[in-house]
């Protein structure tokens, strides 16, 4: 198994070489994926990386709203994903036809989408978001502004608390992260008094009350390479401790299980992205994200909007 890994890799990156491709790799992604990338990253670094990119053809090692999201920012660029089903639940929970009625008869509210949802979304707003950059995004508009987040509500709610809005919040989450469980969190940080809790935003608002620090996936990681603490519990997705190790060898992580039967959140999605669908993508140029033109165009405004303030 290893010796085949290594050949695949090793094809992988004379095929990058060969075609001027660069890898794009999310932290949730299996450890040779992420190994292999030219870019591992949360959704704003990978965005920003997207639009940076000299390389005539990207492999997105993600999930299909951030390998969309390349495509919208480099529309005459091949922008490949290793499997096209690898979708996300939250995304998913903002179907674009209900989305339009619910911004319909709230029509004097002004739209700040999540980076996690469809192109379709992404064309009905106004700034997008991430979670690293969320804060900055809705302080840039005045207090008074009324205001839709979609699609993440526990976002949503953490933003409103730090920010004292009162956004009007779209009724979807994450079920990986909703499915991280307070009891289990409770006795960990019982057993392991002297490790600090971190935890993504998209965590249930249960949760996020009892951590020491919440962040992006980039913000959770930069935390604990900082901060003198030597142990973690970490509440997000498990793809994140290969970095985690990798940065600070010497100290703990320790995953919050979701349920008692099984301690590890792999996101069903991200998964689906293995090393072997990698490698053939980049070899048959398939499976390849396509998009109609006026969508990339309409979707395109609110994406630059949100880099344009994020620099
Ligand atoms: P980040 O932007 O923090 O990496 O989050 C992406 C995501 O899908 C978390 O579930
Ligand atoms: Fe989507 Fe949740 Fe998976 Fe992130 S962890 S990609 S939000 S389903």
Redesign the pocket.
Known sequence: MIGKTTKLIERIQRLKRDKNAVILAHY?QVPEIQDVADFVGDSLGLSQNALNTNASIIVFAG?HFMAETAKILNPNKKVLIPDLMAG????DSCPADKFASFKKMNPDHLVISYI?CSAAVKTMSDVICTSSNAITIVESFPKEQKLIFAP?KNLGRYINAKTGRNMLLWDGS????DMIKVEAVIKMKADNPDALLIAHP?CKAIILELADYIGSTTGLLNFTEKNSATKFIVAT?TGILHQMKKTSPYKEFLIVPSDSTCSCND????KMNTIEKLYNCLKTEIPEITLPEDVIEMAKKPIMRMLELSV
């Open positions: 949730y999930v996300c639940s939250l995304a996690n993440d994450c079920e990986v992260h998209e997705e996101c069903p999605y991200m």
